[in-house]
């Protein structure tokens, strides 16, 4: 098992990513914001060869690349050749740092029709397979924002609808309280399906639909202590673990974002890690 996280939660630049890391012990990270820009595409070729030098120097391994991607700024009629060219800049990036995983999600549908955003949707992840099957990279579709986040059956359904070795499924536990489904179906469903996790929790909205209470590590309504159980005890999963706590810092929430200062976001990414550690723990204990 490996655990990672999502740095820019911890803080906005890659040193402060980087000792965060270091702080849990974790030779690993995942890399989204550096400085407020996405690596996988919107940092220039300087920046991301300083923040090379940076993990090189402190001999840090990148699990995935978190992409913007298909995500919720972006909608299924917009030009796909920003996600093209994201891309191809991204796996160029992923060579250098030997990077398998790229998170991707399927973009924003409101105002069209729930068929065409499907056929869209399949249309264009196939082609980002094929590119990813070139660059030797995997795409992670995450259950977030897009046609795919809709639900399990339709993560599934993507899944063999794309067809591809290089196309996998990443599985967020918090997400299904954050879009308002019940956890134990969706994993249900999910289940065996999925070659990455991102760890993170919330708090069931009581009027139901979406919630943006998000909690520590197992101080939520998602079930992470039930469905952690099933993956590492009894289908015997393996692989990366990442957290993305939300609890101090939402990427897309900037406002809310700006109220909290450096040393919070540093302190709560350090406990969401650690909280992390001791409920995996005790699941392997069966306690």
Not at 260 to 283: A, C, H, N
Request: hydrophobic residues 40%; negative net charge.
């Amino acid at each position: 098992m490996i655990f990672s996280g999502i740095a820019d939660e911890a803080g906005s630049d890659i040193l402060s990513q980087v000792k965060a890391h270091k702080e849990l012990g974790w030779q690993h990270i995942e890399l989204r914001l550096v400085d407020g820009k996405n690596v996988a595409g919107a940092v220039s070729d300087q920046e991301f060869d300083l923040i090379r030098k940076v993990l090189d120097e402190n001999e840090m391994q990148v699990t995935g690349f978190a992409s913007a991607i298909g995500n919720w700024s972006r909608h299924i009629n917009d030009d796909f050749n920003v996600d093209l060219d994201e891309l191809k800049t991204a796996a160029k990036r992923m060579r250098q740092l030997k990077v398998k995983y790229i998170r991707t999600m399927t973009w924003k549908g409101d105002g069209i029709n729930k068929g065409d955003w499907r056929n869209k949707a399949f249309k264009r992840c196939k082609e980002l397979a094929k590119i990813a099957a070139d660059s030797d990279i995997i795409l992670a579709h995450e259950n977030c924002e897009g046609w795919g986040g809709l639900s399990a059956q339709n993560m599934v359904e993507l899944k063999f609808a794309v067809d591809s070795p290089n196309f996998k499924l990443l599985y967020d536990l918090g997400n299904t309280i954050s879009h308002g489904y019940e956890p134990w179906e969706f994993f249900k469903t999910i289940r065996g399906h999925f070659d990455y996790i991102h760890i993170k929790d919330a708090k069931m909205n009581p009027k139901g639909g979406r919630s943006k209470d998000y909690a520590y590590c197992g101080e939520g309504d998602a079930m992470l202590k039930e469905i952690l159980n099933a993956i590492l005890n009894e289908d015997k999963y393996d692989g990366i673990i990442s957290i993305e706590p939300h609890v101090a810092a939402i990427v897309h929430l900037a406002d809310t974002d700006a109220e909290v200062s450096p040393e919070e976001k540093f302190s709560s990414y350090i406990k969401y890690g650690k909280m992390l550690e001791q409920l995996i723990r005790k699941i392997k204990k069966n306690e």
